[in-house]
């Protein structure tokens, strides 16, 4: 309890710090010699042994808003976490995800999980003649990543009752199920999908079972996206490969029931026009459209198509750009990018994330302010590279995680395999403190939830531990 007291002192010494670096808050020197004054006790009151722990690792550091790759092969090669069995029954050997690109994420506050995912260049789709094998280009799989633990875990494989539409699927965590909706086989847009799985992982045995619905369904398409508002689940827009839509279809969760609410017509009314791999966005009454394209086309983010839910249409919101970024001060027009929304004492805000336009590919992250829908260019926070037909997930503390698609660099297309981490906001001092304690103490997880909730650490960490 002692250590995890210490953690939050300094940790607070130190955000004190930072603001005093750019604001000089004349009350905060005099709250940061108090803190001084009880560090310096804690300090004492550790045992000698726990200091020189702390010694011999590095020092922590909170980051917030930089982009940071995550060494999870370390920890994959000296420990086979929960994937033994799967992975041996494979025959594979394979302790994490290959690169692969039309994946998609989602996560919880302890995991992430990938589903699907495409690459031609899979060694696995070649056959005993060193024949391509199209099947295998795509990733039959449903991947679990410990944020922990920094370990991934295979769930589901072929062997398992999967769909064989694993490209651009539409994919979000719903408390503690896994939805996942539409997609298509390879080639694309040939065997495309309106069926609707669920996968609870914390269930045994783990399985991504189809929903049995009625009435009025979306058209099988790919590349759509969807979001839960009051019981529902909204499907819109995607494409069959060659068709593109923005209709609006929802399924009403407790009946099962699809029906069509709003059928788009450029021809009558000034609705917008049909993409796929765009990005939704939404609070309590209205769902906000990012970008997306069509296969000559992509759509601009200063001017956002936005549902009414209340009223049944779709209106259009002009953006605000950011005056401390170059001209025009808004993310230029993009698909194929990730977003994920955070709630902060601002409000309710979007992160947006590399992207290509079909020429220009992007490796710069925006921030959109949906009370005020004004942009703000994350001048910290950039990829390493060009990043496009990638995803993101976002924890509730706003850490945000990455991973996969497609880098550019040194004018090729290469497929990674890279997670990458970033804070979106500065959380509660509690979740930095947790941090640093699995910094400091690595081997925390191996403790079992009695143990560590009779070391003072609280309930809430303990449980993303031992989910």
Not at 26 to 42: A, D, K, P
Not at 203 to 220: C, Q
Not at 442 to 465: K, N, Y
Request: neutral net charge; contains cysteine; hydrophobic residues 35%.
């Amino acid at each position: 309890m002692r250590i995890f007291q210490l953690l939050v002192y300094k940790l607070l010494a130190r955000a004190i710090d930072t603001v005093n670096r750019y604001f000089d808050v004349r009350r905060l020197h005099y709250i940061r010699e108090v803190l001084e004054i009880n560090i310096g006790t804690l300090v004492h009151q550790l045992n000698e042994s726990s200091q020189t722990m702390a010694k011999r690792k590095a020092i922590y550091a909170f980051r917030p808003f930089e982009v940071c790759d995550v060494d999870y092969r370390s920890s994959s090669s000296s420990s086979s976490g929960g994937s033994t069995s799967l992975t041996s029954r494979l025959g594979t050997g394979r302790h994490f995800p290959k690169a692969r690109s039309g994946h998609r994420i989602v996560c919880s506050d302890s995991s992430v999980y990938c589903f699907g995912g495409f690459n031609p260049n899979n060694s696995l789709a070649r056959d005993g003649n060193h024949d391509q094998r199209e099947d295998m280009y795509l990733f039959q799989e449903l991947w679990k990543y410990d944020m922990i633990r920094k370990e991934w875990t295979l769930l589901l494989d072929s062997n398992n009752d999967l769909p064989a539409e694993l490209a651009s699927n539409a994919m979000l965590l719903c408390g503690e199920t896994i939805m996942v909706f539409g997609g298509t086989g390879y080639p694309f847009g040939v065997n495309c999908s309106n069926r609707l799985h669920v996968c609870v992982p914390r269930r045994r045995p783990k399985d991504l079972l189809e929903v049995e619905v009625k009435g009025d369904p979306p058209p099988p398409q790919y590349g759509q996206a969807i979001v839960i508002n009051d019981n529902y689940l909204y499907s819109i827009g995607g494409t069959n490969g060659f068709e593109y839509t923005l209709d609006i279809h929802r399924l009403h969760l407790p009946s099962k029931t699809w029906e069509c609410v709003y059928e788009c017509n450029q021809n009558i009314r000034e609705d917008p026009s049909g993409r796929y791999r765009h990005e939704l966005a939404h609070d309590d009454s209205k769902i906000y459209v990012i970008g997306g394209g069509t296969s000559d086309a992509v759509f601009i983010l200063s001017n956002i198509p936005v549902y009414d839910i209340k009223a049944n249409k779709w209106e259009y919101m002009v953006t605000k750009p950011d005056p401390l970024a170059n001209s025009p001060g808004i993310p230029t027009a993009r698909k194929c990018h990730s977003c994920v929304q955070i709630r902060t004492d601002q409000g309710l805000e979007v992160i947006v994330a590399g992207g290509y336009d079909g020429v220009n590919y992007y490796n710069d992250i925006w921030k959109l302010s949906l009370s005020t829908m004004q942009w703000k260019k994350m001048q910290k926070s950039q990829l390493p590279y060009p990043l496009f037909f990638h995803d993101a997930a976002v924890t509730s503390d706003g850490c945000m995680h990455i991973f996969g698609g497609i880098r550019y660099n040194n004018n090729t297309n290469v497929r990674t395999d890279t997670l990458y981490r970033m804070w979106t906001t500065i959380p509660r001092l509690s979740v930095i403190a947790w941090e640093a304690l699995l910094h400091y103490i690595p081997s925390l997880p191996s403790r079992t939830r009695e143990e560590l909730l009779e070391a003072g650490i609280p309930r809430q960490f303990v449980d993303r531990v031992h989910e």
